[in-house]
């Protein structure tokens, strides 16, 4: 196991939140050294199938923080984050992210997301099992809703 007390600390909190009927996911939000946030997978809880640990851990460090650009911020996480978690940390500016256990190792257990990670690889209108496809409003030479957002910005 990792000698990193911050991974550790993802992997008790992990630990308690599958003693509390969760499942075995934490996430830590560190800033200058500093746990500011903590997550812990609340889907089946919340039947929310969003809640994931990394979520949760990034909208804490952003209420906590003040602020949504986290760069210079680490995730530690006791699991791989799934895409939905690895793209909010992308958008949030995280670039340090550092996790216990793999998909490869989640796998026996039903835990894996690399069916949807490998799915994500394909452009969304080629995608397998889903529609994906732009609905643009009729009679709009630009688009309303960006321009109403751009000019009331100003």
Same mark, same amino acid.
């Given at each position: ?33 500093? +746990?500011?946030?903590?997550?812990? #997978? =609340? ?9 994931? %640990?990394?979520?949760? $851990? *990034? ?37 340090? +992210?550092?996790?216990?256990?793999? #998909? =490869? ?9 690399? %069916?949807?990670?490998? $799915? *994500? ?34």
């Amino acid at each position: 196991m990792s000698d990193n007390p911050f991974l550790q600390q993802a992997i008790s909190l992990a630990r308690e939140n599958v003693q509390a009927g969760g499942r075995p996911f934490a996430a830590l939000v560190v800033c200058n050294d500093e +746990v500011v946030a903590t997550g812990t #997978n =609340q889907m089946l809880a919340l039947n929310d199938p969003t809640a994931h %640990a990394e979520l949760r $851990a *990034l909208r804490q460090a952003g209420e906590v923080l003040g602020r949504v650009r986290l760069e210079d911020c680490i995730v530690y996480a006791s699991g791989q984050p799934c895409p939905m978690c690895l793209a909010a940390m992308r958008m949030a500016g995280i670039s340090q +992210v550092y996790y216990a256990y793999s #998909n =490869q190792d989640a796998e026996p257990f039903g835990l894996s997301t690399e %069916a949807i990670a490998e $799915a *994500l690889r394909v452009p969304p209108q080629q995608q397998s099992g889903l529609i994906f496809k732009q609905l643009k409003p009729q009679n709009e030479e630009q688009p309303a809703l960006y321009r109403f957002w751009h000019t009331g910005q100003k």
